[in-house]
């Protein structure tokens, strides 16, 4: 007898149908998987057959032939194990196969027949709703994830003893129901506070701006200048996220496998990858490719500490995502495009011995050794760094006698305010969220100066030596100062506290 079970397979941050089609015959009793099966797939044949036994079910001492569908679509992981395993039972008359074309399962199952949890739940919960599936069927731990998409019935269930009789009494059962609210400023917390960082006021404007455009910003500063105490303390003045926003991010890792039975991801991520982290693991990569360390950012930060201990070739995969907003991974059999619209947080030393321009301790590098240690970042990149901050080291009486700064409670009310201006602004822009997202056109349109402000901007350019990427920047920070001033024109004082955010350009 022949059944047909829906699945699907992820592609990049979406999914694809997959027919699962299992035929009982005779012949010798054997299990067959065709339809490009990876190694996790072939290997269900086992899992498979243990655990419809441990389950009171009896397995067919038949030839049994699985078709994976299309069968020119690579299928991966053990997801597939519980529609084989439904496919089976079907085709050798042991469940009802009437709800079988309503319903997408997914699942991986244990010897012992129950469900175990898989990853990319949520991109298969979206295109299942695409593909007309009125309901699924998935590990329990998976069904929160699943619910997030609404109008599609999704029922969480333990093992493969409930999934036969669900499909024999579907009635009884309730779908999992989601919980679609976004938490409220005042119950996040944050452990990091900015209020605990002394002077540096220069530094901490520029984290304001950057959090209030999603600007780019890197930190130059002698060790123990307070770089990395600053950028880690973003996070807790950063913006709410919308929905929509939270809804990509808990797509990323669901793929990545990262949500571990949580719902949606309500908070900004913030990953530091380690200096020694290769191109593959920055951008993505794989045979069936994963999202790396810049999507797992999407909305959120990627602090890379020690900028210019990253090897160089590593830094230039960062290039095109900057500018794009995603990364294209292409493989010999497929390619997919995963989302990037992440801010770029960096600090490094500015030399080798880490003490050039310090006001205490004398560099010991010489110009040479200086030269070397700046070309590991390239000018293109540079400029796509829209805020470059010299951090000084505290003077002694700083360190002692500095009242408490700015809490980030405060900071971030009025990066709040200045966010919700910019998306006011954009709101018939599907692909722009914040300024430093803004193309020419929009510059052109919300960064218009007045002539004062065209002879600074010319001389900046001019002195500095920058390029047309490196002024359009200024411009979209120059939009974010005067948000922040709650200002409808940029006036002189936002560009030129813009332009003074580009003076590391050219450091040596």
């Not at 009486?397 to 408490?404: D, F, L």
Request: charged content about 20%; glycine content about 8%; overall charge neutral.
């Amino acid at each position: 007898m022949l059944a047909r079970v829906w699945s699907a397979s992820v592609l990049g941050i979406n999914a694809v149908q997959v027919g699962v089609e299992v035929d009982v015959a005779g012949g010798l009793p054997g299990i067959v998987v065709v339809g490009l099966p990876d190694t996790a797939v072939q290997e269900s044949k086992e899992r498979v057959k243990a655990a419809l036994k441990n389950s009171g079910y009896s397995f067919p001492m038949r030839k049994i032939v699985v078709n994976l569908t299309p069968a020119d679509l690579r299928k991966e992981g053990p997801s597939f194990d519980l529609p084989i395993s439904i496919g089976i039972l079907a085709a050798s008359d042991q469940v009802d196969p009437m709800l079988l074309g309503d319903f997408l399962f997914v699942g991986e199952v244990s010897l012992d027949g129950s469900l175990r949890a898989v990853s990319g739940v949520l991109p298969i919960a979206a295109s299942a709703k695409k593909m007309g599936i009125s309901g699924m069927v998935v590990p329990i731990e998976n069904a929160q994830e699943a619910a997030l998409v609404k109008g599609l019935a999704v029922y969480g269930l333990r093992n493969l003893t409930e999934v036969g009789d669900f499909l024999a009494n579907p009635q009884q059962y309730q779908p999992a129901i989601a919980d679609r609210d976004m938490p409220k400023p005042t119950e996040v917390p944050f452990k990091l506070d900015l209020k605990d960082v002394k002077g540096q006021q220069h530094a901490r404007r520029a984290l304001e701006v950057a959090a209030a455009g999603g600007h780019n910003l890197i930190f130059v500063g002698s060790p123990g200048s307070g770089k990395t105490l600053l950028a880690r303390r973003l996070p807790s003045i950063l913006p709410d996220l919308s929905f929509q926003e939270a809804l990509e991010i808990t797509q990323v890792y669901s793929v990545a496998g990262l949500l571990k039975g949580k719902g949606l991801v309500c908070d900004r991520p913030f990953r530091s990858p380690h200096h020694s982290a290769s191109g593959p693991a920055l951008v993505g990569g794989g045979s069936f490719p994963k999202p790396g360390e810049i999507s797992l950012a999407t909305h959120g930060i990627l602090f890379m500490d020690e900028l210019t201990e990253f090897k160089r070739e590593v830094l230039e995969f960062l290039r095109q995502p900057l500018e794009d907003g995603f990364v294209s991974i292409s493989r010999t059999r497929q390619s997919v495009v995963f989302p990037a619209q992440f801010t770029l947080i960096a600090s490094t030393n500015p030399c080798q011995c880490g003490y050039y321009g310090d006001s205490i301790q004398p560099c010991t590098c010489t110009p040479r050794q200086r030269e070397q240690y700046w070309a590991k970042l390239s000018g293109p990149l540079m400029d796509r760094i829209d805020l470059q901050v010299a951090v000084t080291r505290l003077k002694p009486e700083e360190i002692m006698r500095s009242p408490e700064g700015e809490s980030s409670e405060a900071v971030r009310s009025r990066v709040q305010a200045a966010r919700q201006r910019q998306q006011e602004r954009f709101q018939a822009e599907a692909q722009v969220n914040c300024n430093a997202q803004m193309q020419a056109r929009h510059i052109r349109q919300w960064c218009q100066l007045d002539e004062a402000s065209r002879n600074l901007l010319e001389a900046a350019i001019k002195r500095l030596g920058l390029s047309a990427r490196a002024t359009d920047r200024i411009l979209k920070v120059s939009r974010t100062i005067a948000d922040l001033a709650a200002e409808e024109t940029i006036k002189t004082s936002h560009l030129a506290e813009a332009v003074q955010y580009r003076t590391l350009d050219r450091m040596t």
